[in-house]
């Protein structure tokens, strides 16, 4: 299983971009599609995380309604939608897939068994 994020780039506060996260391979049962980030000197956080139907979804305290996740399973894609942004948010982004955890441990990285290479997110001010 791979899977390919894309989506960073620079934007100024008060913007927004949308992650993509496409995964290609073998197929698989997923339990969880999450989001998570790597600030500069900080430890990898939980953004966000959604379950393969798409009913039910699970954000960090820090998002405050401003980012949303989604699929397009047809195409094995999945989305950050990041708003209102601000130089807090510049991480490296990463993507994961969990398969062999369930949900109630979709904000706990190591129970994802694949990751994308991340894709950089940088807020200027």
């Known amino acids: 299983v791979q899977l390919q994020a894309s989506g960073g780039g620079l934007v100024q506060a008060g913007g927004s971009l949308r992650l993509s996260c496409v995964a290609s391979?073998?197929?698989?049962?997923?339990?969880?599609l999450g989001w998570f980030r790597r600030r500069p000197g900080k430890e990898r956080e939980f953004v966000a995380a959604?379950?393969?139907?798409?009913?039910?979804?699970v954000f960090a305290n820090f998002v405050k309604d401003r980012f949303s996740i989604s699929s397009d399973n047809a195409k094995n894609t999945l989305y950050l939608q990041m708003n209102n942004l601000n130089p807090d948010d510049t991480a490296v982004y990463f993507c994961?897939?969990?398969?062999?955890?369930?949900?109630?441990?979709?904000?706990?990285?190591?129970?994802?068994?694949?990751w994308g290479q991340g894709t950089l997110v940088t807020v200027s001010s």
């Open positions: 959604s379950d393969w139907s798409g009913r039910y979804t």
């Open positions: 994961a897939v969990m398969v062999n955890s369930d949900w109630r441990y979709a904000r706990v990285s190591s129970k994802y068994d694949y």
């Open positions: 391979g073998r197929s698989f049962s997923v339990n969880a």
